[in-house]
């Protein structure tokens, strides 16, 4: 079973870091794409980064240059380190392989 679950969300002050984990499991990791989405409150989800099995990494342009997407194929874990948040980046944040997603965890940046 197919199983994805996020964590480090929280709340943090325009400027600040964090450090988003999802954990997979049920399935061959090392030989899929991963990717983060977040949806914002009335907001549709929208796709912020992506990693392939290859490593080759993608980004939103509005992520650019702050985020950093990694993985490690030995702990079945993608990483999403935020840099330099802004107040827009407030939202859930999703990762998902495939058709499969996770629970979602809450990042809010807030003055």
């Known amino acids: 079973q197919v199983q994805l679950v996020e964590s480090g969300g929280d709340v943090v002050q325009p400027g600040g870091s964090l450090r988003l984990s999802c954990e997979a499991s049920?399935?061959?990791?090392?030989?899929?794409?991963v990717h983060w989405h977040r949806q914002a409150p009335g907001k549709q989800r929208e796709l912020v980064a992506s990693?392939?099995?290859?490593?080759?990494?993608n980004y939103a342009d509005s992520v650019k240059g702050r985020f950093t997407i990694s993985r490690d194929n030995s702990k079945s874990t993608v990483y999403l380190q935020m840099n330099s948040l802004k107040l827009e980046d407030t939202a859930v944040y999703y990762c998902g392989i495939t058709d499969y997603w996770g629970q979602g965890t809450q990042v809010t940046v807030s003055s």
């Open positions: 990693i392939a099995s290859g490593g080759a990494t």
């Open positions: 049920g399935f061959a990791f090392r030989f899929f794409d």
